[in-house]
Nanobody, 125 residues
Framework: QVQLVESGGGLVQAGGSLRLSCAASGRSFRSSAVGWFRQASGKERDFVAAISWSGRSTYYADSVKGRFTISRDNGKKTVYLQMNSLKPEDTAVYFC??????????????????WGQGTQVTVSS
């Protein structure tokens, strides 16, 4: 079992930055890949980025490559999503999710077993 809690969302102007955190509890976290997803109002939940259990491998959606960076600190049981050069189209609820199979390049939400409650990110133009 893994429990996840996101934080760090908020309101930011276009071009600004935010860092999201995903704090985990549970024994499986250290061996799990973790992904970030986002869901804009009225739209499907989309993959953003993922990281392997070791942190050595990462994978990004094309829409965020070069702007977002995913990282993790297994000692703190926390995964981060640094978001730079934010755009209004990045506005969404952001969720973190854990995949105990550690397949960091999974993009469909159904591949992830554990989810947080989400944190709102709003980027104003």
């Amino acid at each position: 079992q893994v429990q996840l809690v996101e934080s760090g969302g908020g309101l930011v102007q276009a071009g600004g930055s935010l860092r999201l955190s995903c704090a985990a509890s549970g024994r499986s976290f250290r061996s799990s890949a973790v992904g970030w997803f986002r869901q804009a109002s009225g739209k499907e939940r989309d993959f953003v980025a993922a990281i392997s259990w070791s942190g050595r491998s990462t994978y990004y959606a094309d829409s965020v490559k070069g702007r977002f960076t995913i990282s993790r600190d297994n000692g703190k049981k926390t995964v981060y999503l640094q978001m730079n050069s934010l755009k209004p189209e990045d506005t969404a609820v952001y969720f973190c999710a854990a995949d105990p199979s550690d397949t960091y390049y999974y993009t469909p939400p159904y591949e992830y077993d554990y989810w947080g409650q989400g944190t709102q990110v709003t980027v104003s133009s």
